[in-house]
C-alpha cells in the first residue's frame, strides 16, 4: 500500500441526542465555554451565513488542490456527517462546487467545511446546505491523491478526530470532542441564557450592571487622572 493512502471505514460516531445538545446555541458561546480557544480559524468562513452546521466529522486528508478523497468520502460519509477535507490551507484551486454540495445535501449530509477554496460561490451562498471554505477561485481541482480518510487531521488551527461534533454559524466552525460534549452543551447553553437575559435587561431598560470592569480595572492598577 502507498505511503498515505489509507480510508477508514468505520469509526465511533456520537449518539444523535448528544450532537442535537448543541442546536440553537451560537458557536461564540460554546467557544466562551472552552477556553476561548477551541474554534478554527476565522479565514474559514461560511458561503451561506444563515445556514446553520451541526453534525459528525468524517475527516479526509488530501494533498493541497487534489479533491479525489473527497469525491470517494462524498459515497461514503452517513446522512448527519460533516465532511472536514484538510486541504493544507492551500488557496491555488477549488476542492467543490454547486454539483458536489448539491449531491452531498441530497444524501443528507449536514455540511461541508474546507481549509481550502471552492466555486460556484453564488450558488453556494444560495444553496440551503452548509458550505464553508477559505476562499473561492475558479481552477479546477487534481484528482491523484494521495490521502487518508477517517483518522484525524490538522485543520485550519485545530485537529479534528473523526467522531467529533462540528458546529457552525455565521461566526465560524468549532469543534467538541465527544467525551466532553454533555458537559459543554449544558454550560454553553446556560451561558447563552445568561445573555439572553443581560440583552432583555438592557431592551427593557433595566441596564446592565458592569461593576466587574472597575474591579478589573483596580486589579490591573489602573488609576484616573482628571
Known amino acids: 500500500m502507498p505511503a498515505g493512502c489509507r480510508i477508514r471505514r468505520n469509526f465511533v460516531r456520537p449518539s444523535r441526542e448528544l450532537v442535537e445538545a448543541f442546536r440553537g446555541i451560537p458557536v461564540a458561546n460554546i467557544d466562551d465555554n472552552m477556553g476561548r480557544i ?3 480559524d476565522a479565514g474559514v468562513y461560511p458561503l451561506n451565513p444563515n445556514v446553520s452546521l451541526l453534525g459528525v466529522a468524517f475527516t479526509v486528508n488530501a494533498p493541497a488542490g487534489d479533491n479525489l478523497l473527497f469525491h470517494k468520502a462524498l459515497d461514503m460519509a452517513e446522512p448527519g456527517d460533516v465532511i472536514v477535507l484538510a486541504n493544507k490551507g492551500s488557496m491555488s484551486r477549488s476542492l467543490c462546487g454547486e454539483i458536489m454540495s448539491s449531491y452531498a445535501r441530497s444524501r443528507g449530509l449536514a ?3 474546507i481549509d481550502g ?3 460556484d460561490s453564488r450558488a453556494l451562498a444560495r444553496l440551503d446546505f452548509p458550505v464553508y471554505a477559505k476562499g473561492v477561485t475558479p ?3 487534481y484528482k491523484n491523491g494521495p490521502g487518508e480518510m477517517n483518522f484525524p487531521v490538522s485543520f485550519a488551527g485545530v485537529v479534528i478526530h473523526p467522531g467529533d461534533i462540528v458546529i457552525g454559524d455565521g461566526d465560524g466552525v468549532i469543534v467538541v ?3 466532553i460534549a454533555r458537559e459543554i452543551a449544558g454550560r454553553a447553553r446556560e451561558y447563552h441564557a445568561g445573555e439572553a437575559r443581560q440583552l432583555e435587561g438592557i431592551r427593557s431598560g433595566g441596564g446592565w ?3 466587574w470592569v ?3 480595572l483596580r486589579e490591573v492598577g489602573f488609576e484616573f487622572v482628571d
Open 209 to 211: 450592571p458592569r461593576p
Open 117 to 119: 477554496c471552492v466555486r
Open 111 to 113: 455540511g461541508i467545511i
Open 38 to 40: 477551541a474554534a478554527v
Open 139 to 141: 481552477n479546477g481541482p
Open 177 to 179: 470532542p465527544p467525551e
Open 214 to 216: 472597575d474591579e478589573k
